[in-house]
């Protein structure tokens, strides 16, 4: 039997724990069909590594809830059809402030929040056959933000310095 890999977690801090106490496998397999597979995306004579969205959400609710902020994640990823490896969030008191990140098989989708000024970042980067736009849709549902800013970029553009 092949000795697998161990993911490379960080010494510093468990994340073998979401927010609701589900426990993640220590270990991943990794499938060598998957391993193969070219991540990279080609639309028409441009190559990229994938699509990185910026989003600043202002006068948005709900921003200090854990729980509610993992499922919206979790919404997230399935809307996009990218593959959720592992959840790690972090509540920050006084404020309830939350700062977290969704790792994917195709990148992260990551939070920081400060519900004292009403106001959410959120970075969505996605490779492959990922659709990261549907992502801001869940968003934009749940916080219902008075104010939104978005910016692309593409990120790993063959043929660009």
């Known amino acids: 039997m092949a000795q697998k890999k161990r993911a490379p977690y960080s010494n510093l801090v468990d994340f073998n724990n979401d927010v609701t106490g589900q426990r993640w496998p220590e270990y991943v397999d990794q499938d060598a069909a998957d391993v193969a597979k070219d991540h990279f995306i080609t639309r028409g004579d441009r190559v990229y590594a994938g699509k990185h969205l910026i989003l600043d959400f202002w006068g948005a609710r709900s921003l200090d809830n854990p729980v509610l902020m993992e499922n ?3 919404r997230c990823v399935q809307a996009a059809g990218a593959t959720l490896l592992h ?4 509540r920050f ?7 977290g990140v969704a790792v994917l098989a195709e990148s992260h989708i990551s ?22 736009e549907k992502a801001v849709d869940e968003l934009k549902a749940v916080f219902a933000p008075e104010r939104v800013s978005i910016v692309e970029q593409l990120r790993g553009v ?4």
């Open 87 to 90: 959840i790690h969030l972090h």
């Open 72 to 74: 919206v994640l979790r």
């Open 111 to 132: 939070v920081h929040t400060w519900p004292e000024n009403d106001f959410a970042a959120f970075d969505i980067f996605m490779c492959g056959d990922a659709h990261p």
């Open 93 to 99: 008191s006084p404020s309830g402030g939350l700062s």
């Open 158 to 161: 063959s043929g660009e310095s």
